[in-house]
């Protein structure tokens, strides 16, 4: 599952790169992680009260932080799938559990 789910990531992102002229090398998939890191916490620091809404509505906010997560989710898939990293079996040996098989 996880692994079908990354290859999805990785065509989106193919072509979003493409489109955009940019080239992934191995450091692009950390940094590009971190950067989604960074506006996951901004959008965190706003629904919390930390940061300046900049006349969002709670909801806009809301939507931010489920489209942040997405893309982190995404951006972590992507590093681990460029650095050949078997997400379903760290899962099932750091947590100790299997993650859902779906055919």
């Known amino acids: 599952m996880l692994r079908r789910l990354a290859d999805q990531f ?9 489109e955009s002229g940019i ?4 450091d692009w998939f950390l ?6 890191m960074g506006e996951l916490t901004e959008a965190w620091n706003r629904l ?3 940061g300046r809404a900049k006349g ?4 806009d906010i809301r939507r931010d932080l489920a489209d942040e997560t997405a893309d982190l989710l995404g951006h972590l898939l992507l590093f681990a ?11 099932e040996r750091k947590w100790r559990f299997q993650p859902a098989q779906t055919t």
């Not at 990785?10 to 493409?18: F, I, K, T």
């Not at 080239?23 to 191995?26: L, Y």
């Not at 940094?31 to 989604?36: M, T, Y």
């Open 31 to 36: 940094l590009k992680l971190q950067e989604e």
């Open 56 to 59: 969002r509505s709670l909801e």
């Open 23 to 26: 080239e992934r090398d191995d």
């Open 10 to 18: 990785e065509a989106a992102s193919a072509v979003h790169v493409a």
């Open 48 to 50: 919390t009260g930390r």
């Open 81 to 91: 799938r460029r650095n050949d990293i078997d997400i379903a079996a760290a899962v």
